[in-house]
């Protein structure tokens, strides 16, 4: 009988990474959060809204903190087709007064938030040379101020009250690589990383945890259509991500939802990457280069 090795067919089919669970599954024990309340910023679309799904599946009471209305009333009703409590307030995570509010209205409807998953950031592609001052400061002004913002509002109010808490990070995985034509959003991702760590330190005594998620390509129905042009074609079987496919926004929520259980209290400090192996998919021979003006149809540099 032939062995494999000498067969000319493939040892191994390309059968990709297994498929993410059903919807409405879940690893953790049903009533895993059951009377705890989570605040998810930019909760009312994409991953923030996935994430504040599978809180919600195991009992939490949500609350979704953004700027638009109908951000607001999506996450809302979300939430609410799924039975839990939930209460979507209006909040600019820039502003240290609106963060507060937020919380303010939190504890009123639900007690301290036991969870806080700083998922709101800003983006958009553009060439550096082509950036605006305004658009480097407000990216990072949202991404990492606000991140910071909200993490410390939140350790604030757990150690007046000497109670335990979660943060979940959600940082991008240009932290570690650059990410030509997004200058802005990873140079302030990469604030993110790094200040989960030194978060992590300083709160652990106060039994903070903070830890940050990186999600792979998770295509979603909020994705701005500058990003979606940006990505090109985005298949559900995308043969150019390791894993054969795209990830779920609910498989981020799986791994939120993890980070924050009983069963991760003594991870913190942690960026747990969520992607397929896609960002370690590098080669010297990587495909010609072009600069991110012929990537985005752009033309020649014009000076003003
Ligand atoms: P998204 O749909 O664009 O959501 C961004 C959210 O942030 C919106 O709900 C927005 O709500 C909120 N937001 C923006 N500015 C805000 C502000 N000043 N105050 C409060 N909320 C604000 O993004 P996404 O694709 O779901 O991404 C979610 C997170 O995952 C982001 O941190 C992103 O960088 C990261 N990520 C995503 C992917 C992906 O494949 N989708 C990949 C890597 C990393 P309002 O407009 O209502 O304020």
Known sequence: MASSESSSEPSQAVIGLAPAPETGSSALPAGT??????VVTGGGTGLGKAIAAEFARLGANIVIASRKPEHLEAGRNEIAAIGAEVIAVECDIRDPESIKAMFDAAIDAFGLPSVLINNAAANFPVPAEDMSPNAWRTVVDITLNGTFLCSREFARRHLADRSRGSIVN?????AWTGGPGFAHSAAAKAGVVNMTETLAVEWAPFGIQVNCLVPGLMPHEDMTSDIRSNLGGIHDKDDRQPA?????????????????????SFISGHTLVVDGANWQRRSLTNPPVQTVREQMGLGDFQAD
Request: hydrophobic letters at 40%.
């Open 170 to 174: 959600v940082g991008a995985s240009y």
């Open 33 to 38: 959060f059951d009377g705890t309340c989570v």
């Open 244 to 264: 054969m496919r795209v990830g779920r926004p609910r498989e981020l929520g799986y791994a939120a939802t993890f980070l924050a259980s009983p069963y991760a």
